[in-house]
Nanobody, 125 residues
Framework: QVQLVESGGGLVQAGGSLRLSCVGS????????MGWFRQAPGKEREFVAA????????GYATSVKGRFTISRDNAKNTVYLQMDSLKPEDTAVYYC??????????????????WGQGTQVTVSS
């Protein structure tokens, strides 16, 4: 069993930056593909970014490409999401997720097995 805990969310002005962290416990994450998803009020959960177990490959939603960066430190059992040039439309609860089958850069939430509780990101205009 894997437990994931996100942190780093908060309130920021448009154009600002935040860095989200996701710490795993229970098992090491170094063989799990990892992803970040988000869900805004009244909307479905959507894919944001993913990273392979080695960190060698990453993938992004079109809406965040060039502004967000996913990375991982397997020694710390932690995955990060650096968010720059934030926009009001980035406002959502952000979730990290772990894929025990380590599919390459999956964008489908159904393919992830473990989820964190989420962290709120609010971007003011």
């Amino acid at each position: 069993q894997v437990q994931l805990v996100e942190s780093g969310g908060g309130l920021v002005q448009a154009g600002g930056s935040l860095r989200l962290s996701c710490v795993g416990s229970g098992r090491t994450l170094d063989r799990y593909g990892m992803g970040w998803f988000r869900q805004a009020p009244g909307k479905e959960r959507e894919f944001v970014a993913a990273i392979t177990w080695s960190g060698g490959s990453t993938g992004y939603a079109t809406s965040v490409k060039g502004r967000f960066t996913i990375s991982r430190d397997n020694a710390k059992n932690t995955v990060y999401l650096q968010m720059d040039s934030l926009k009001p439309e980035d406002t959502a609860v952000y979730y990290c997720a772990a894929d025990r089958n380590s599919r390459d850069l999956s964008q489908f939430s159904s393919e992830y097995d473990y989820w964190g509780q989420g962290t709120q990101v609010t971007v003011s205009s």
